[in-house]
């Protein structure tokens, strides 16, 4: 099975900074992976899939990049309602796997 | 689009829950349904998957033999049927709609908590 591995596990960041999110997969998966936002107590949100493309209604602010292995989110210009954890997940055959969070919190 | 969902609750060990997820907003046959769910320790585990047509469905290998998803077109819901339950079950359970190996709508998410 692929392992998605994602850091940091938490991220403390400031109104208006760039933040990156990294997603690791343990073996080569082309751009097939997608990004989500959740907010506490709210099921998670599809902010990116097929690794770069924005979903409809998601901010510009929000953009992936990456291939094969490495992968990264990148907010640029963090605003308040992004606060928030955020996952990376990766489908192969069937099976459908997520990274274990990044929690973007108030520095 | 939405996907409303039911059920679940408190069940003891070794007995049965179900959810449900009624969808709403399309054309629910024309998509694979799947149900993910989420504990503190564990994040998010993807749990099954089923066939727009109901035909195929595929599971994670810890609930394989236990838990069943299905779905009724005409009534446009998706069910997990949980048996043999164990401790480990215990997390919310979302039901999600897959485009392209993506999950692009979810829903509100149900409590299951197995204990004794």
């Known amino acids: 099975d692929i392992q998605m591995t994602q850091s940091p596990s938490t991220l403390s960041a400031s109104i208006g900074d760039r933040v990156t999110i990294s997603c690791r997969a343990s073996?080569?998966?082309?751009?097939?992976l997608a990004w989500y936002q959740q907010k506490p107590g709210t099921a998670p949100k599809l902010l990116i899939y097929?690794?770069?493309t924005l979903e409809t209604g998601v901010p510009s602010r929000f953009s992936g990049s990456g291939s094969g292995t490495e992968f990264t989110l990148t907010i640029t210009g963090l605003q308040s309602v992004d606060f928030a954890t955020y996952f990376c997940?990766?489908?192969?055959?069937?099976?459908?796997?997520f990274g274990q969070g990044t929690k973007v919190d108030i520095k | 689009v939405q996907l409303v969902q039911s059920g679940g609750g408190v069940g003891q060990p070794e007995r049965s829950l179900r959810v449900s997820c009624v969808a709403s907003?399309?054309?629910?046959?024309?998509?694979?349904m799947h149900w993910v769910r989420q504990t503190p320790g564990k994040g998010l585990e993807w749990v099954a998957v089923?066939?727009?047509?109901?035909?195929?469905?595929s599971y994670t290998d810890s609930v394989k033999g236990r838990f069943t998803i299905s779905r009724d077109n005409s009534r446009n819901t998706v069910f997990l049927q949980m048996d043999s339950l164990r401790p480990e079950d215990t997390a919310v359970y979302y039901c999600?709609?897959?485009?392209?190996?993506?999950?692009?709508?979810w829903g509100q998410g149900s409590l299951v908590i197995v204990s004794s």
């Open positions: 999600a709609r897959e485009v392209d190996y993506y999950f692009d709508h």
């Open positions: 907003g399309f054309t629910s046959r024309y998509y694979a």
């Open positions: 089923i066939s727009d047509d109901g035909k195929t469905a």
């Open positions: 073996q080569a998966i082309g751009s097939w």
């Open positions: 097929f690794a770069s």
């Open positions: 997940q990766h489908h192969n055959r069937s099976s459908w796997t």
